[in-house]
C-alpha cells in the first residue's frame, strides 16, 4: 500500500449509499478537503438534498449523481460507464452502500438471500471491477470498502449480513496485496453501531412473523449509537493515511479482539458481555446491585 498521504482536491471520489448515514457525511467530509463527487443512491430525493447542501457549501466542488438501485447488475453497470466518460480522474471510491436483512437462514427465502449479496457484496466487486483502471491509472488513488462489526463475528440471524460482510472484507484484502504496487491503497471499514437508517430500512424475512421482526428492529436499533459524522471523519482519516482497517466504536473493536481470542466462541462471549454490561447499566439506573434481580 502506498505511504504517501491520499490527496483529497486532487481529483473525483465516488461515495456509495450517499444519500444518508455514513456516506451522506463521508461525502461532507470530502468536500470540505476539495474533493470532487460522484454520488451514489437509490433514493433521489434524499441524494438531491445531500448534493445541493454539498454545492451551497463548497461552490468550488464538482458535484454530480447517480440514482442506481445497486441490486439491479445492467443499472450499475450503465452507471459505471457514465461515470468512466464523464469523470476520467477518479482516485477515490468509496463502496459504502449496504443493506440489512433479519431472519433465521431456514426462513429466509433465496430470493431475499440473493438481494443482500447482489447490494452488499456483488455491485462493489463489480463497481470496483468497473473503476479499477481509473484508479489505478496513476499512483495516489485509494479504494474503501465498508464492511461491517459482522465482517468480525456471525452472530445467529444475520446469516445474508454477514455473508455479504464478511465476503467484501476477504476481497479487500486481497486487492490490497495485489494492488500495492500500484501505489493504490485498499481500506476496509468496520463500523459497529453506528446511527443510521439502516435498521429502520433492514428488511425482515417474509416468514418471520410481524411481532418477531419488529421487536428484532427494535433491539437492532439500540445498538446504533455512534454518530455518523463521528464515523465518517474516522474513514476520512484513514483514507487520508492509508489505513489497511477502520474499526469504529467499542462495539466493533471488542468483537475483533474476541474474533481472535475465540475464534470458534467469539460471539458467545460477546453476548455475555453484553449482557453483563447491559445488566449493570440497569442495576446502575434502578440503584441495585448488579447481582440482584427484581
Known sequence: MSTTPYRFAEGTAVVTGA?????????????VRGSNLVLIDRDGDRLDTVAATVRGRHPGVSVSTLVVDLADRDALDAAATTILAEHPRITLLVNNAGVALGGDFS???????DW?????????VRLTHHLLPALTAQPGGHLVNVSSLFGLIAPPGQSAYCASKFGIRGFSEVLRTEL?????????VHPGGIKTRIATDARVGVNIPADE?????????????FPADKAAELI???IEHR??????????KIPDVLARLFPANS??????????????????????????DR
Open 180 to 188: 500495492a504496487e500500484t501505489g493504490t491503497g485498499v481500506t476496509t
Open 213 to 225: 421482526a419488529e421487536q428484532g428492529k427494535r433491539d437492532f436499533a439500540k445498538l446504533l449509537t
Open 19 to 31: 444519500a444518508g448515514g455514513i456516506g451522506e457525511n463521508v461525502a461532507y467530509g470530502l468536500a
Open 116 to 124: 443482500v449479496m447482489a447490494v452488499n457484496f456483488h455491485a462493489p
Open 236 to 238: 476520512i482519516d484513514g
Open 267 to 292: 460471539v458467545k462471549v460477546f453476548s455475555r458481555l453484553v449482557g453483563a454490561a447491559g445488566k449493570a447499566q440497569k442495576a446502575a439506573k434502578n440503584k441495585l446491585p448488579v447481582g440482584a
Open 243 to 252: 489505513r489497511a482497517r477502520v474499526l469504529i466504536g467499542m462495539s466493533a
Open 107 to 113: 426462513r429466509l427465502t433465496l430470493e431475499e438471500f
